[in-house]
C-alpha cells in the first residue's frame, strides 16, 4: 500500500537535493570549523552561504545575529532563559507575557521560569484563535514587562497572528518581542525587519532541512545571555561544535523554501482546500479556525463522536499518516490547549485531528485521503456507542 504523509507540521522530508548539499560535510570536508588547519577552514565557504541564506531568508540585516542552534525548542529556551536572567534576576523587570496556544517549548518554559520567580500572563485568544494587539496591551506593564513572546503560528491550527502589530504594541510599553516562527518559515513570508521583532525562532525540520538544527535570530544591539557557555563558536553567543553538515542542509532548505513560496501558497493551498472542502461535506464535523487566517497546508478538524486517536489509528493502518495534535505533546489524552483556550466544545476537543501537507503532497494523495477518511468516519460513527 502507498503511504501518504499528511504531517508536514510534525516534521518534513529532507529534500533530497539538501541531503546532496550535506553529503560532502560528513565524509570529505568533515574538520571542525574553529581548527586553524585546512580541513577546519574548507568548510568556512559552505558555512558562510547557509549564514547568507538564512539571512536572506528571514531578510534579516547584516549587523544582526544568527545563533545556530540544535532545535526550537532551545532557541525558544535560549531566549526565555536569557531575558530571565538579563531582567528578572537582575531585578530590572519580572513580567513574561505569552499566549495560551503557544508550543509545549514556549509554554512549559514559561513555567519554569515562574516557578523560579517570573511573573507570566498566559494571553487568551479571541474567538478566531488570534491573539490580538487590544489583548495584549490590556496586560502590557510599562516598565515591569520584560518581552512578548507570541508564536508566528501554531502549530496545530495553522492560525496565524499579527505579529507586526503584536511587535508594535510591546515596544510601545518598553518590552521585547519574540517570535516562536518554527511553523511560519516555509509557508508563509517572514520578514523580521518588516515586523521589527526582536528575537525570532526557526527550526530546520519544519521547511524540508534536517532534524537538529534550528537558529535564533537576535535584532543588531540587543545582547542575551548565552543558553549554552563553552567554547568561542558565534561569537560566544552558542558555544559547541558547529554541526557543519546540518548547518549547510538548514541553509539551502531556506533557500529552496523562499523559493516555493508561491507554489506554497498556490497549488498547496489549492490541494488543502479541496482536502478541507471535502471533510466540511461530512455532517457533524468542525475546521478550526477561519482557512483564510491560517498557513496555507494545515487543517485541524473535530469529527464528532470519534476520540482523534482511534481515528488516527485506523488512517494509519490505510498507510495515511496524520495526528492529534503536536508529536511532542501526542501521548497525553488531555483535552488539547489549543482547543481549550478557542472554547471549543469539550467533547470535540478529545477528537482534532491535524492534517498538514508540504510540497511533496500530491493531488492523487490527497484523492485517497478523502476516501479513506469518509470510510473511516462513516466506519468508526456506525460502531460508536454515543454518537447518534
Ligand atoms: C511552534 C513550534 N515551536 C517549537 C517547536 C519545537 O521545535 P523542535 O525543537 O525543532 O522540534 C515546534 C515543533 N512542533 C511539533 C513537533 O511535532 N509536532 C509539532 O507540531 C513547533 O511547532
Avoid at 515591569?144 to 503560528?153: K, R, Y
Avoid at 519544519?206 to 540587543?222: A, M, T
Avoid at 485541524?300 to 494509519?316: H, M, Q, R, T, Y
Avoid at 479513506?372 to 447518534?388: A, D, F, G, H, P
Amino acid at each position: 500500500m502507498n503511504k501518504i504523509y499528511l504531517d508536514n507540521n510534525a516534521t518534513t522530508k529532507v529534500d533530497p537535493r539538501v541531503m546532496d548539499k550535506m553529503a560532502p560535510f560528513f565524509v570529505e570536508k568533515y574538520g571542525n570549523p574553529n581548527s586553524l588547519h585546512g580541513f577546519g577552514t574548507e568548510t568556512h565557504p559552505a558555512m558562510a552561504e547557509a549564514l547568507n541564506s538564512l539571512y536572506a531568508g528571514i531578510n534579516a540585516s547584516d549587523d544582526s545575529d544568527i545563533l545556530v542552534t540544535s532545535c526550537g525548542t532551545e532557541s525558544n529556551n535560549t531566549v526565555l532563559k536569557g531575558i530571565f536572567i538579563d531582567y528578572i534576576l537582575k531585578g530590572e523587570k519580572k513580567h513574561l507575557i505569552t499566549s495560551q496556544i503557544e508550543h509545549p517549548a514556549i509554554r512549559n518554559t514559561c513555567e519554569f521560569l515562574e516557578s523560579i520567580g517570573a511573573e507570566v500572563t498566559y494571553l487568551p485568544v479571541n474567538d478566531d484563535g488570534i491573539v490580538t494587539p487590544e489583548i495584549l496591551k490590556k496586560h502590557l506593564r510599562r516598565g515591569e514587562t520584560a518581552l512578548v513572546s507570541i508564536m508566528w503560528a501554531n502549530n496545530e491550527t495553522g492560525l496565524i497572528n499579527p505579529v507586526k502589530d503584536l511587535a508594535l504594541a510591546a515596544h510601545e510599553y518598553g518590552a521585547l518581542f519574540h517570535t516562536d516562527a518554527v511553523q511560519a518559515l516555509g509557508k508563509i513570508k517572514v520578514d523580521v525587519q518588516d515586523t521589527d521583532v526582536d528575537f525570532l525562532t526557526f527550526s530546520g525540520h519544519k521547511f524540508h532541512g534536517p532534524k537538529g538544527v534550528g537558529g535564533l535570530y537576535i535584532k543588531e544591539g540587543l545582547k542575551l545571555t548565552p543558553f549554552f557557555h563553552g567554547g568561542e563558536q558565534m561569537g560566544r553567543k552558542r558555544a559547541g561544535t558547529v554541526n557543519v553538515p546540518l548547518m549547510v542542509g538548514m541553509g539551502y532548505a531556506l533557500d529552496l523554501a523562499v523559493k516555493a513560496l508561491d507554489y506554497e501558497n498556490k497549488e498547496i493551498r489549492r490541494l488543502r482546500d479541496k482536502l478541507e472542502d471535502a471533510i466540511m461535506s461530512i455532517k457533524d464535523t468542525i475546521v478550526i479556525g477561519k482557512r483564510e487566517l491560517r498557513t496555507p497546508n494545515t487543517i485541524l478538524v473535530s469529527f464528532k463522536g470519534i476520540e482523534g486517536e482511534a481515528f488516527l489509528w485506523d488512517l494509519n493502518w490505510n498507510g495515511i499518516a496524520a495526528s492529534t495534535g503536536s508529536a511532542c505533546s501526542s501521548e497525553d489524552l488531555e483535552a488539547d490547549a489549543t482547543f481549550q483556550a478557542m472554547h471549543v466544545d469539550a467533547d470535540l476537543s478529545h477528537t482534532g485531528v491535524r492534517f498538514s501537507l508540504s510540497r511533496f503532497t500530491t493531488e492523487e494523495e490527497i484523492d485517497r485521503a478523502i476516501e479513506v477518511i469518509k470510510k473511516t468516519v462513516e466506519r468508526l460513527r456506525s460502531i460508536s456507542s454515543t454518537y447518534r
